[in-house]
């Protein structure tokens, strides 16, 4: 895979990342929508594809991302298909961290070091070309106002926004409330990012450890209970700084 395209996962994070003070909103579903992403980008580039509510690889040849590659390996090592909502809800702490570190030697962020409370040792992050954000966020806007179908990685990039609680980070306020909505409604034009951002808001409401029961004998107790459809928009909390890589870094990836 060349670069002359840009992956979800970075446009997801180039999407919450705050030109103004250089952190990340929604920090800690963040590290869930990053996985979830790059199970949409493996995907796409024909690696996986869902098999119900798993995922099975295909084609196990690396992409020529070393990111999006670590996680198909990973996934190759199962062996066998695993659940998507497992996958997101497994140890992905640290993708963040991870993907911030990746856009900064790809040259679209730079990192840029202070200090919290004059002590401890922060870093954040700038992006060196504003009109890549405003590229992405644009698409997104069309999608919501026009009404008109929007392709694969798009309504991938809104489900996944709307997952991890972007939605009140992008479009606030009660002037925000019918873009919030029309982005959670993005979701049923790409299957696979509406079945990884389901499982996004499935880990977040606790309920990955309960397979979807989807037989012919009917639905079982609970079955028509939607955890994931609680999750309208999200609730973004405060925008906090960046620990710098090292210690810091994993505690704030929690």
Same mark, same amino acid.
């Given at each position: ?27 800690q ?6 996985a ?8 796409l ?8 509510d798993?995922i ?15 996680a198909?390996e ?25 993907y ?10 730079h ?5 919290m ?8 992050y ?19 106002r026009t ?11 809104a ?15 009660n002037?925000?409330?019918s ?13 696979m990012?509406?079945?990884? #951002?389901? $499982? ?5 409401? +606790? *309920?990955?450890? %309960? =397979?979807r /029961?989807? &037989?012919?004998?009917?639905? !079982?107790?609970g ?5 994931? #459809?609680? $999750?309208?928009?999200?609730t973004?909390? +405060? *925008?906090?700084v %960046? =620990?710098? /890589?090292? &210690?810091?870094a994993?505690? !704030?990836?929690?």
């Amino acid at each position: 895979m060349g670069r002359s395209r840009r992956t979800i996962p970075e446009e997801l994070l180039l999407l919450a990342l705050d030109p103004a003070t250089g952190t990340t909103a929604q920090p800690q579903s963040l590290d869930l929508g990053l996985a979830g992403a790059q199970l949409v980008e493996l995907a796409l580039a024909g690696r996986i594809a869902p098999d119900g509510d798993r995922i099975a690889v295909v084609l196990p040849r690396p992409t020529g991302d070393p990111t999006l590659d670590s996680a198909l390996e990973l996934l190759r090592r199962r062996g066998s298909p695993v659940r998507a909502v497992h996958w997101i809800g497994g140890p992905r702490l640290g993708l963040r961290q991870t993907y911030l570190t990746h856009l900064e030697r790809c040259g679209m962020v730079h990192a840029v070091a202070g200090q919290m409370c004059g002590v401890l040792p922060t870093t954040r992050y700038q992006a060196t070309d504003t009109a890549i954000s405003r590229e992405i966020r644009a698409r997104l806007d069309n999608a919501i106002r026009t009404g008109v179908p929007p392709d694969p990685r798009t309504a991938a990039l809104a489900a996944l926004a709307h997952a991890v609680g972007l939605g009140k980070h992008l479009y606030p306020g009660n002037e925000g409330r019918s873009s919030r909505s029309r982005l959670r409604d993005l979701i049923r034009h790409d299957p696979m990012g509406g079945l990884v #951002a389901h $499982a996004v808001m499935d880990v977040q409401n +606790g *309920v990955a450890a %309960q =397979p979807r /029961r989807t &037989s012919a004998a009917g639905p !079982g107790p609970g079955a028509g209970r939607q955890p994931a #459809a609680r $999750a309208t928009d999200g609730t973004p909390g +405060g *925008v906090p700084v %960046q =620990p710098r /890589r090292g &210690s810091m870094a994993r505690v !704030g990836a929690r």
